[in-house]
T-cell receptor, first 110, second 119 residues
C-alpha cells in the first residue's frame, strides 16, 4: 500500500528554523514534492526532489534520501506568513499520480 | 510558469442538481489531468486520473457514475458531480501534467480549486 507519514502539527517562533519530516512507503517512486497550503487556498508547489540530496530555494530547502524513504522540508527565518499546512507528496513512477501526506500544520509564534 | 485554471471558483447548488467543473491548462498541453477532493482540515485525496481521449481511471471508493470526467482536449478536463448531495460539498482541485515534461523537474501544476456547497 501507499503511506506517507508527517507530523500533524509543529510550532515554531518567528525568525527560527523548523524542519518537517516525511517518511513514505509507496509501490513506485519518482520523486518527493512539498506543497504549502494556506487556509481557504489551493496548494502551491514549493520544491521537488528526484535525487538524493538537498535542494535549496530561498528560505526553503528540501532533502531526500531514497534509501531511507525519507525527506524533510526546512524553513529558515520563519515569518508569520509561513503559518500554513505543508504537505509532502510522492509521485509514483508508474502513472505519474501524486499521493499526498496528511499534512503538517505549522504554527508560528511571534 | 505553467498555469492551470478552474471554473467556477465556487458554486452553491441545491441537492439533486448536477455541477460541472472545468480544469484548463492555459499555456501547455496536458495529456493527463488529475482530480482531487479535500474536506476541511484534511489532505488532498486523489479521485481520478483523466486521460485525454480515453476513459478516466478512478481511485478505489470513488463512484465513476457519480463523478463524470471528460478529457476531450489536451487543455481541458471536466468533472461533473451528478445529483449532488450535501456530503459532496468539498474543495475540488485539479492538476495537469505538462507534456512532455523534463526529467528531474516537477511538471504537475495545480489549479486554484473549486469550492462546492450543496444545500
Amino acid at each position: 500500500g501507499q503511506s506517507l507519514e508527517q507530523p500533524s502539527e509543529v510550532t515554531a517562533v518567528e525568525g527560527a528554523i523548523v524542519q518537517i519530516n516525511c517518511t513514505y512507503q509507496t509501490s513506485g517512486f519518482y520523486g518527493l514534492s512539498w506543497y504549502q497550503q494556506h487556509d481557504g487556498g489551493a496548494p502551491t508547489f514549493l520544491s521537488y526532489n528526484a535525487l538524493d540530496g538537498l535542494e535549496e530555494t530561498g528560505r526553503f530547502s528540501s532533502f531526500l534520501s531514497r534509501s531511507d524513504s525519507y525527506g524533510y522540508l526546512l524553513l529558515q527565518e520563519l515569518q508569520m506568513k509561513d503559518s500554513a499546512s505543508y504537505f509532502c507528496a510522492v509521485r509514483e513512477e508508474r502513472d505519474d499520480k501524486i499521493i499526498f501526506g496528511k499534512g503538517t500544520r505549522l504554527h508560528i509564534l511571534p | 510558469g505553467a498555469v492551470v485554471s478552474q471554473h467556477p471558483s465556487w458554486v452553491i447548488c441545491k441537492s439533486g442538481t448536477s455541477v460541472k467543473i472545468e480544469c484548463r491548462s492555459l499555456d501547455f498541453q496536458a495529456t493527463t489531468m488529475f482530480w482531487y477532493r479535500q474536506f476541511p482540515k484534511q489532505s488532498l485525496m486523489l479521485m481520478a486520473t483523466s486521460n485525454e481521449g480515453s476513459k478516466a481511471t478512478y481511485e478505489q471508493g470513488v463512484e465513476k457514475d457519480k463523478f463524470l470526467i471528460n478529457h476531450a482536449s489536451l487543455t481541458l478536463s471536466t468533472l461533473t458531480v451528478t445529483s449532488a448531495h450535501p456530503e459532496d460539498s468539498s474543495f475540488y482541485i485539479c492538476s495537469a501534467n505538462e507534456t512532455p515534461g523534463l526529467a528531474g523537474r516537477e511538471t504537475q501544476y495545480f489549479g486554484p480549486g473549486t469550492r462546492l456547497l450543496v444545500l
